[in-house]
């Protein structure tokens, strides 16, 4: 905070919205006197003083909690992904679209963000598989997906006391692949016996409500099960030879096609439909589309997992989706087609491929086992079409527009291709038991795994009030860092390097504040190296590893000005001398801190998290100390830290936090039970006049 600091008496925001500011030299400036009248007459008059709320005993502005996630599967190369989850949507709108029948429509679109929620990776060792992580306490389940070979089953689990326990049988599963094996096994006999016998199959759905395939050789056509609705979807699951299709009215639901058996089950209700959609077998999801956003979803459960955005796209009716064999996604819309690539803002960017508006309306596209595009038009009489995907010139196959003499005599609303393939074994270049697949480090025999706080694409925030042990103005802008941790780990789940991204976002002190965190279970000399820490003012010392001298547990020193570094993402990598368990390592943020005023004994905490050796209990000061026992609270309370599991946009200067954010009071009054997601922008949540913009 830039202001006076106000030490004998409590805090009024009114009144210092109206003084004049002044930056602090130091911690034990006074009030004058005709300052001090100023306070007690408006005292009297404060309606929303963040000084005078009720906090239940016990509370420490905790925004997340502690689950322990325990895993129980037999199997020797199962590779488990869990993610936080939480169902509820948000941002739901309806919106006027063009279905694949050219007709005006309407469709409701919505945001999720699970898949942006990863925790963390790993395989089970003898059995088990168990992590601790910190979870937004928002978030009362979490999404628990396996990978086997080529094959995905997934489960959403309720954290229970602290607790997500998961046991897996694949009962079931073993059933599935039996009837695969024999079904590959009988089309590879008549393959063996027979020439010219076809590879690839496409299927095709309608709105009529039609399933049929079509063979690419000749474009015959073979009726298979009727769907229970129409459809303007398809797409095929080649690893377990199902084929998913959503319906186009009561509720869109997610429909399952049994390649093997010819019959249909329904899922579940999606809540939207859309012209576009496409399985990946890269990671054994649907991926949805529809107007200018992309979805995933979960076939086992309909389950919508996470949302992007897509810029770029001349016109957002209709079309579909396709999935290269190298994994590129390709988006179709009446416009024409598009490369589309994720950029660092989490953000689909559509590349146009077709140099102009195409002489008809693509209601779908596949790729084929020579990854051609093949598209259909739309039309009673639906054309097919091939597309070079690197140059956008394309040719009629079959249909009225070819010169086959072929005609189809339907309308072809989605294509889908199944190729039935020879499974490829998936190397371990590296030879630690982890096939590169699922390595996240293929070349590095000492790296596999990964877990992230709070998420491996969010960012979490620590805040700081920086006049500790005095009363602040709750602003939380005096130093603000954006932090994510990842831990990682080798093929036993055993940690071998802490890399800290972080970035300081507010800089509202008038102080020179630095920043560290204490690894409390790990001792200074189990540290081989610390990079990437900027420190210029000189009074932290380091040792040689690059921790911080006189500590009797591991402290690194991030940075030593805040000033220097905001606006400035950092990186800083920590590497062990063995490998260490998780529970050793500890949960993030660890016990972080800040250094006031280069003053290296003036540290502030979070609620009763405890100094390093190096901190001082200031109790002995001019003014009065507000935090004479040294928990990091008030006698009311009230924290001089905060940490968010998200990316928190601190309030303007000398606003307190409850003023900028309209359910703060809700959520520390009732000890965190309510508005739990207080910090979001969720509608309603913010008084964004009051939230400072980024620097």
Not at 265 to 290: E, H, K, V
Not at 324 to 331: C, E, R
Not at 385 to 397: A, H, K, L, N, R
Not at 576 to 589: C, D, H, V, W, Y
Request: aromatic fraction near 10%; charge should be negative; glycine fraction near 8%.
């Amino acid at each position: 905070m830039n202001t006076k600091s106000i030490f004998r008496f409590l805090f009024i925001p009114v009144f210092l919205l109206t003084i004049q500011s002044c930056v602090k030299d130091t911690l034990t400036e006074t009030v004058s006197p005709e300052e001090e009248n100023v306070v007690e007459e408006e005292e009297e008059s404060s309606t929303n003083d963040i000084t005078n709320l009720q906090i239940p005993e016990g509370f420490e502005f905790e925004t997340s909690e502690t689950v322990t996630v325990t895993i129980n599967d037999n199997a020797s190369n199962a590779i488990y992904t869990v993610y936080a989850y939480d169902d509820r949507q948000y941002n739901i709108e309806e919106v006027d679209i063009i279905n694949d029948e050219g007709q005006a429509d309407t469709a409701v679109t919505f945001e999720s963000d699970e898949l942006n929620q990863i925790l963390f990776k790993g395989r089970p060792v003898n059995g088990v598989l168990e992590q601790t992580i910190m979870s937004p306490s928002y978030y009362s389940q979490v999404y628990i997906r396996r990978k086997e070979g080529n094959m995905f089953t997934s489960q959403i689990v309720d954290i229970q006391n602290g607790a997500a326990n998961y046991i897996f049988s694949d009962a079931t599963n073993k059933i599935r692949q039996a009837e695969i094996a024999s079904f590959k096994h009988k089309i590879t006999q008549s393959r063996m016996g027979a020439k010219n016998v076809e590879i690839d199959t496409l299927f095709a759905v309608n709105g009529s409500g039609q399933l049929f395939s079509i063979n690419p050789l000749n474009g015959s056509l073979k009726e298979l099960a009727a769907m229970p609705m129409g459809s303007y979807t398809a797409a095929i699951d080649h690893a377990n030879m199902y084929l998913y299709s959503i319906g186009k009215n009561n509720g869109n639901p997610l429909m399952r096609y049994d390649m093997i058996n010819d019959a249909w089950t329904t899922i579940s209700n999606l809540g939207m439909g859309g012209p576009r959609l496409a399985f990946n077998d890269n990671d054994g999801l649907l991926y949805f589309s529809s107007g200018a956003r992309v979805y995933s979803i979960d076939p086992s459960n309909a389950s919508v997992l996470s949302t992007w955005d897509i810029n770029n796209l001349d016109v957002t009716g209709g079309g579909d989706l396709a999935f290269a064999a190298d994994g590129t996604i390709f988006l179709s819309s009446f416009g024409g087609l598009y490369r589309l690539d994720l950029d660092n803002n989490n953000i689909y960017q559509a590349t146009r491929i077709s140099s102009d508006n195409l002489p008809f309306n693509p209601t779908s596209m596949t790729f084929d086992s020579n990854n051609e595009l093949w598209l259909a038009a739309n039309g009673s009489n639906s054309d097919l079409i091939i597309m070079d995907t690197v140059t956008g010139g394309w040719e009629y196959v079959y249909g009225p527009n070819s010169d086959s003499g072929v005609s189809l005599g339907r309308t072809v609303n989605d294509l889908t291709t199944y190729t039935v393939t020879t499974d490829t074994e998936d190397p371990d270049t590296d030879g630690d038991g982890i096939p590169d697949s699922d390595d996240e480090y293929p070349d590095d025999a000492d790296k596999a795994f990964e877990t992230f706080t709070p998420s491996k694409y969010g960012w979490g925030t620590l805040a700081f009030e920086d006049l500790w042990p005095y009363l602040g103005d709750y602003d939380f802008n005096d130093t603000a860092v954006n932090y994510r941790f990842v831990a990682i780990q080798n093929a036993l789940n055993e940690v071998v390097q802490l890399d800290i991204f972080f970035e300081v976002t507010s800089d509202g002190a008038g102080f020179t504040n630095g920043m560290g965190i204490e690894l409390e279970s790990i001792a200074p000399n189990q540290i081989e190296s610390v990079i990437g820490n900027v420190l210029t003012e000189n009074y932290i010392n380091v040792a040689a590893n690059g921790t911080e001298e006189g500590q009797s547990r591991a402290v690194i020193i991030l940075f030593d000005n805040n000033e220097t570094m905001l606006g400035l993402p950092s990186e800083v990598n920590v590497k062990f001398t063995t490998p260490i368990t998780t529970a050793q390592l500890g949960i993030a943020p660890f016990n972080a801190f800040l250094i006031i005023n280069k003053e290296r004994g003036r540290e502030i905490h979070l609620p009763n998290r405890l100094r390093t050796s190096l901190g001082l209990n200031t109790v002995d000061v001019e003014g009065v100390n507000q935090d004479p026992d040294g928990n990091y609270q008030t006698d009311s309370r009230l924290p001089w830290a905060i940490n968010i599991m998200h990316n928190f946009k601190v309030p303007k200067e000398r606003v307190p936090v409850n003023q900028a954010y309209n359910f703060f009071n809700n959520w520390a009054s009732s000890g965190g039970d309510s508005y739990s997601d207080w910090y979001k922008d969720n509608p309603g949540y913010r008084n964004t006049s009051n939230i400072k913009t980024e620097q």
